[in-house]
T-cell receptor, first 116, second 114 residues
Framework: AQSVTQLDSQVPVFEEAPVELRCNYSSSVSVYLFWYVQYPNQGLQLLLK??????LVKGINGFEAEFNKSQTSFHLRKPSVHISDTAEYFC??????????????FGQGTILTVHP | EAQVTQNPRYLITVTGKKLTVTCSQN?????MSWYRQDPGLGLRQIYY???????DKGDVPEGYKVSRKEKRNFPLILESPSPNQTSLYFCASSTGTGGGQPQHFGDGTRLSIL
């Protein structure tokens, strides 16, 4: 079984400030990790993914995330946010094998609101 | 343009009236999946399909059916809808079998069951 916990349901931040959205996961097998973004009234778009290799992953729109296996975390960061980053962000995990293969499990979502 | 198309986008219906939400992708993807999104719960997987005629239950399959007779289509069927199935539904697809490949999502279908 696998699960994902996003530690903050809402994160308010001022424009040009840094932001970190926290994600922890649990799984009995190796995992692939993803961050998706959902803008109002739209589907989900992939921000970035971790499959293997370097633990620091860079994505679109200036976002990056770091995979920490010992802490089972995959936190999302951006050094300076814009108003246009206001959206809901989802962390997701997919099992790399076993009975979790092919199943994508999402966290509860974090609403990022960027204020001017 | 590569896309996942869901229809309808919005539907209001009554308890017990069978409905089908269609999903079609034009990327020749093997893997397709259905999710429901509810506030505070994120997205939960309903069913997924590794390929034609191969489907499996996700985390919340009760009250839903799917079929995969063609590679491009993956309809979601609610045989006897109930109010607790009021939700926002997303179809998604990916290459391979959905392990490390990112999923492409449709724009969603908002269902209201009265």
């Amino acid at each position: 079984a696998q699960s994902v916990t996003q530690l903050d349901s809402q994160v308010p931040v001022f424009e040009e400030a840094p932001v970190e959205l926290r994600c922890n996961y649990s799984s009995s097998v190796s995992v692939y990790l993803f961050w998706y973004v959902q803008y109002p009234n739209q589907g989900l778009q992939l921000l970035l993914k971790y499959l293997s290799g370097s633990t620091l992953v860079k994505g679109i729109n200036g976002f990056e995330a770091e995979f920490n296996k010992s802490q089972t975390s995959f936190h999302l960061r951006k050094p300076s946010v814009h108003i246009s980053d206001t959206a809901e962000y989802f962390c997701a995990v997919s099992g790399a094998g076993g009975t979790s293969y092919g199943k994508l499990t999402f966290g509860q979502g974090t609403i990022l609101t960027v204020h001017p | 343009e590569a896309q996942v198309t869901q229809n309808p986008r919005y539907l209001i219906t009554v308890t017990g009236k069978k409905l089908t939400v269609t999903c079609s992708q034009n990327m020749n993807h093997e893997y397709m999946s259905w999710y429901r999104q509810d506030p505070g719960l994120g997205l939960r997987q309903i069913y997924y399909s590794m390929n034609v005629e191969v489907t499996d239950k996700g985390d919340v399959p009760e009250g839903y059916k799917v079929s995969r007779k063609e590679k491009r289509n993956f309809p979601l069927i609610l045989e006897s809808p109930s109010p607790n199935q009021t939700s926002l539904y997303f179809c998604a697809s990916s290459t391979g079998t959905g392990g490390g490949q990112p999923q492409h999502f449709g724009d969603g279908t908002r269902l209201s069951i009265l």
